[in-house]
Each structure stands twice: as C-alpha cells, then as structure tokens.
C-alpha cells in the first residue's frame, strides 16, 4: 500500500509523506504558496484544534516561513489528557510481550522511513543531513531498547528472619505523563521520552518545542501505522507559556519528563510545587568544561584524538546539544601548541553548509551574536570566526565556528549557556586547578576529560561535579546508563531502570510465613 493512501490530499501529511528526500522536500518549499499547517493528534486522529493563534516555523537555512505550528489552548489541551487518561486502564494492563511487540513495530517503521524523518529533521532544526540520520538512527534505537528492556526486568525479594516473613517490590504504571523535547534533537529526544514511556505501561501527552514540530507531526502517524491503541499517546503543539503551562500542571497528570532551560525547569518545578505526587524528571542546561592534559599529547597519534574529540564536542550540531563540551581547559605546557592545532582541525573540518548547519531560529542567533559582542567589548580573542552580522529578513541563521581566548572568568560568555558554535579556550597549570576551574559552574551536566593517565582517568572524573563524563571519547552512549545533571543542570535521571523510577510507582508488599 502507499503509504499516503491513507491521508487525504488536502492533509498536510499527504505531502509531507510524498517528500521523502531532501531534494523533494526542498522542491516542496519552493513551490508552495502558502505555508502548510500541523495539526494536533489526539485520540488516534489528526485534529485542527479551536486556536485561532498559530506560530510561524521558520527554514533556519533560508529564513522563510515554511510551516504553521497551532498554538493549543488549554481547552484543547484538557480534551489531549482525558484522552489519555480514558485510555489508562486498558493500556496499564497490557502484557510486557504485548507492549515490546508494538514498540517493535514503531522502530521498524522509523526505520523504514529513515530517510523521510531525516529530511524533514534537516530542514526544521537546521542541521545538517548527516546529523539528522544519526539523530533518526538513535530513535529507532530508543523504541528498540526498550521493547525489550521491559521483557526482562527484575525485582528485589527480601525475608524477614524473625518469623520467615517474605517481602517484595510490586511496581505498577504511574499514570498519565507530559512529555516535553527541546529543539536542538526533536526527534531523538521526544522518542527518548515516549519510548519508556509506553513500555512501562503509562499513556502521555507529548509536546515538541514550537521551534521544531514537523517531525514529532509526522511521528504521530507511525502510531496509527503500529496499531497503538487510541489515546495512549497524544502528540499536541504550541509555546510553553500557554501550551506547556496547561500541560504541566493539570491535576490528571501524574508526571513530567523535561528537557529543555533551566529557567523552564525551575518555572515547572515551582508551578507544581503543591501536588506534591507529582513525578517530575527535569533534564536541564549546561556549561559542560573539556579538560586537556599534557599527557593526551604524547605523540601526534594522541594528538590528533585529543583534537579531533575535543573540537566534536565543541562544535556537533551547531553545538546545540546540551552535552557540548564549550569550555575548554588546557594544561599550560601544551596551551600554545594545542591552540594552534585546535584552530587547523576546526577551520578544516567544521564548515557551513557542509559540516556544520544553520543555527535554529532568529531568536537564536540574535542570543548568540549578543554574546559574541560581548565577548569583543571585553576585550577577548577571537582566534577564530568572529561577531555575526545583523540579520535583515529572510536570511538565513549562519554562524560559523568561533574560537576564543583571553575570555574572563568572570565574563557571561564564560558562565552563561550559549548553545551555539562558539567554545573558549583557557589554561591551567595544575590538576587541582583543572578540577576546581572546572567545577566553577552553576551547572553540573557533563564534562570531557583528555588524558593517557590511568590513574587521572578516574581520580580526576570522579571530583568532577558533573552527571556523565567521558574520557577520551565524548557522547557514547548506552541506554542503560542514568542520563543527568547536578545542580543547576536538573533533577532526576532517565535510561533503563532509570526510568523505570520515573514512569512506575512502587510499593513493598508484605507476606506473612502464616496465616
């Protein structure tokens, strides 16, 4: 069957779905006369909801408005989590085998449309082509390890010596669940939400950031396509101010999982503060500190990992994923050398158009430019790249690589997040120093250490006040692992029985030897 068969043509997911390339989703661009509109899905249907209000989302590569994202009201949102809610009970009962299967089916089906997602992907957030399938690839696998994740979990049993009691850890489905993804990796990080999600026998409502929707839009139908029950998960759009807002504090909804600024974070926390039950799990910013040791630059065979693993945790995506490492400190007896080969690697290998997108939206430049101009008024060295233009209309969002030094510690470009293609490089002289200069954050997300020394490897990661750190490698992961941050950089963890904590509730059931 075709797979648009089942759309109709004046749906705007019959088009989407015949553009299953970049050059055909281009052409699509081009061609159209008005920008097509998404539309809610919810109760296993594509919906135009009642809001008059819609948000223009915008191609970052060209600046042209290509798509409307309805800004749901809180109406709208109400119908979204009944919906769930009436589809708890039958759906919390589910066998394991039966959920694995169906979340089996999603990723075969992402699968089988890789390259429609990646496209789309592509031209939503501005990222590259390449970047997007890698990102589509980690969805699929989100779907995958958790279907059969929940095929083989265990529980504790303990006894009681006294009277030979036996006791045991009984977890159901905690209830009706917001999901809500940032911009910068739509698509992997709904699917990182709404994967365990539905394993653990919970329904949602999921929201994708405004900037970024087409492909949370085009997910809905794999949905259908899998035979998802009705109502187990709802896909809805719009800001975080009206659409967000309603979402997270509905008395129907047993938990949030975040992803997104900390400002948000905090605005979430302090809003459902009162129902006290609430699961809450809040992944939020960073200012992640790369540390580069002498001794990772023995030979130019280390010096080139060192480089090269420093320069992609800099600068992947735009360095728009929250892991980047755009804080880089460097041992003092390499400082000179390390900088001069960092600015070859980059300048060669990080290139607009090809390696590196358009950052995501206007607003978003704007951010980044403020800081580089900053930067220049206090006197910091731009080593590479340099402060932006000042955009016109349709323009597209560029910004190529900056490199700086000489940035005061004290400085916002120093301390804030900026989220963008710009790292710094700083020196130090001791291991002590690189550990405290390091920890010197608000944040406490992630952090990259360079180094040949074994013993440095773990006495050096384990003082750093950060959720996950790599050595020698950087955004490896596997889906096991707890994924978070510390401090400012949010609460909780998910990954594996991670989220099995959030998603479940538990209780201890007691047995007595006799009765």
Known sequence: MDSTSEFSPESPLWELWNRDTLDKAKALLQSQNTPFRL?????????????????????????????????????DIDAAIHSAKAAFPAWSKTTRAERSALLRRVAE??????????????????KTLERARVEVDRAIANFLYFSTFILHQKTAARMIDEDAALTYEHRSPAGVFALISPWNMPLYLLTWKI?????????????????????AFLLSSIFNKAGIPKGVINIVF???????????????????????????????????AHQIGKHL????????PTLVFADAYRDSIEQECTVRTAAMAAFQNQGEICLCGSRIYVENTIYDQFVCDFIAHVNETFVIGRTVGAVASRAHYDKIRGYLRLAEQQGAVFKLGGVPKELGAREGYWIAPVVLTDVLPSSRVMKDEIFGPVVTISRFYSEGEAIRLANDSEYGLAAV??????????????????????VNSWLQRELGTPFGGMKASGTGREGGEYSR???????????????
């Open 449 to 470: 250490v360079l180094t040949s020394d074994g013993a440095r490897m773990r006495s050096v990661s384990e003082q750093l006040e950060a959720g996950m750190v790599w």
């Open 501 to 515: 904590d959030v998603f479940t509730v538990v209780r201890t059931v007691h047995l007595p030897a006799y009765w």
């Open 238 to 272: 719009g800001d975080g101010p009206t659409t967000g807002a309603a979402l997270v504090t509905s008395p129907l909804i047993s938990g949030v999982s975040f992803t997104g600024g900390t400002a948000t974070g905090i605005a979430i926390r302090r809003a459902t």
């Open 109 to 126: 089906l992402i699968k089988k449309h890789r390259e429609l997602f990646a496209a789309w992907e592509s031209i939503d957030q501005g």
């Open 195 to 215: 994967a365990p999600c539905l394993a653990f026998g919970c329904t949602a409502v999921a929201k994708p950031s405004e900037v970024t929707s087409v492909t």
């Open 39 to 75: 539309e809610n899905f919810v109760n296993g249907a594509h919906i135009s909801e009642s809001a008059v209000e819609y948000i223009d989302s915008v191609d970052p590569k060209t600046g042209l408005v290509f798509c409307k994202v309805p800004c749901t009201q809180p109406e």
């Open 281 to 288: 799990s809040l992944e939020l910013g960073g200012k992640n």
